[in-house]
């Protein structure tokens, strides 16, 4: 006999565990940008140019909100004939002098760019040194670019240059394609301060007028948004991550107080685990040579600068986030901001993965139900689409929350579902470590091309649709199956979706856990047809169905309920309880037609019974059940009524 049931999904649900750490940093990075206006242009760079070097000597005025300074920017000729380069500096910022090789030059600076006369012409690879002096108020090009405010009464500037705010405080190439060799950063302060910059403190100088030098210097590929200050009545806090048993990397951290750094040092502290978790997980801290740490500044969120990310807080969610980009988004960078994802997903991805190293995967798993529960809010591709407009950069679609951070995230789940643990791992440390991308700049297809290959999967679809395509699959499921020999049954399962636009349906590989009498059995099955009918053979009658029990999809599953040919009465009825998501308390409404033998039963999302709450005889009509779960921990929960004729499913969500 052939017999229908519900079936119970693995699907995530909309639960809220406070404001999470990344979204912190992509609302902190994209509400300003309201603000804006010509701030935003499109950069691209002198695309004749490939810089290698920057060497930034910057004094700061602070009660004139004015910066001076020298710029030295070293860099080769991308083609013969060159008679002309292009360095970006916004117009609020005034050229005093441009040198060649140490010669003065003609120059014009109009509609934020500096069109540089060359002396002579380049040839193809030839060595081009400039030196700019400038000097003025910083403009706001992005979020901030550089901004001057006040900390304990004190002076606290700081810089946050993603994505095109750099060539508001210096003169650059400010695209993130052309990461530069080296980097100094020198900058003359007032004597009561603290500058705080990329790479190791080479030198602190006290120039006898009140002020001091701070010379930094970072030997490692650098972006041109990752060069960073952090400038006030700082604090320094040094711990160290000892990655063999012979040498130490300094971990250190500059807050405005003594009281800040002794509030946070939990979570400072927690810096150390992490590292070691990251470079377990993705190979040695990239810029060991150098150091890590913190910076504290005035924004509400972090920014991940190279070697030293800028914090508004320091809980160790966005402590993970931040250092997770040291490897993806430093070490490897987005070529372009329509790949942001590649950045930012990886960096929500590694929250989860902080928290399934420390608490377990229970912890990752309920990460990664926060984020599928954001990520379906997510409009458009992962992919950037339309990333101008009007000329104008649109930091909202860069930096959307839903979609480069959450998706992003859930991509990179979904992936390591497809792929398995081992191989993931590695195609992560491969691509971080391909001698093309290492301490470059990667695309989507880099990635793609890493997992393919070590796979040996061909993935096309997965990075078409989950990166470039839109939505996510909404499934309707009907399995029935009849009786075979001895205790063998016959499972016959219906996978169905809705239409799309792009891709009209979704191929994914999927997985059924059927829970018999007899044993559990997981079945996996290539889905790649909008409906399509898979067959296979169990041992044990059918009890219990959940359809992606590791919850690898991101996806809605409609359920479908079946009776016997012999019908139990319509009014057999389970409600969705209410309030819902709930805490501590929900009502649960059901009818019955007639007195009956009942259960009322709730599962986790693995499929798990964790509660009887009714089993047996129940009186015919509506009844109304109050479900206390004040010991709960949050999470979806299933609940489902069943008869020996007939059962209902409903989901449930406790937050807490």
Known sequence: MIRKFVILSAVCSAFLFGQEEHRLCSHA??????????????????????????????????????????????????????????????DELNVLSVKIDGLYTTYTHNNNVIKI?????????????????????????GFVSFKFSESNGKPWIWTLSEPFGASGWFPCKDTPADKADSSDVWVTVRDDLVAVSNGILEAEINNNDGTKTYKWKSRYPIAQYLISLVIGDLYKYTNYFNYDNSKAMPVTHYLTSQEEINQERKGLDETIKML??????????????????????????????????????????????ELAHQWFGDKVTCKNWENIWLNEGFATYLEAIYYEETKGKEAYNLDIVKNMTYAKKAVGSVYVENITQENQTNLHRIFDFYRSYSKGAVVLHMLRGVVGDEIFFQACRNYLNDPELSFGVAVTEDLQEHFENLSGKNLEYFFNQWIYGYNYPVYSLEYSYAKGGSNEYNFIFKLSQQSNTKPSFFTMPVQIRVETEVKDTVLNFFNNQQSQVFTAKIEGKPKLIIFDPENFILKDVQAITGIKENKVPESFRLSQNYPNPFNPETKIIFSLPKTMDIKLEVFNVLGKCVAVLIDGETEAGKTEYTLDAKDWPSGVYYYRLSSKDKSETRKMVVLK
């Open 117 to 141: 006369n060359a002396l002579s012409p380049f040839f193809s690879n030839e060595e081009i040194k400039l030196e700019i002096t400038y000097n003025g108020n910083p403009a706001s090009t």
């Open 29 to 90: 990075k994209i509400n300003p940008a309201s603000l804006l206006s010509k701030s935003t242009m499109v950069k691209a760079g002198d695309e004749n140019i490939d810089v290698h070097y920057y060497l930034l000597d910057i004094d700061i005025v602070v009660d004139q909100e004015k910066i001076s300074g020298r710029v030295k920017i070293y860099a080769k000729s991308l083609k013969d004939n060159l008679t002309s380069i292009n360095i970006d500096l916004e």
């Open 276 to 321: 070691k978790i990251f470079s377990d997980k993705f190979g040695l801290y990239p810029f060991i040579k150098e150091k890590y740490g913190h910076a504290q500044f005035g924004w509400s969120g972090g920014m991940e600068h190279q070697t030293c990310s800028s914090m508004g807080g320091f809980n160790v969610g966005l402590i993970a986030h």
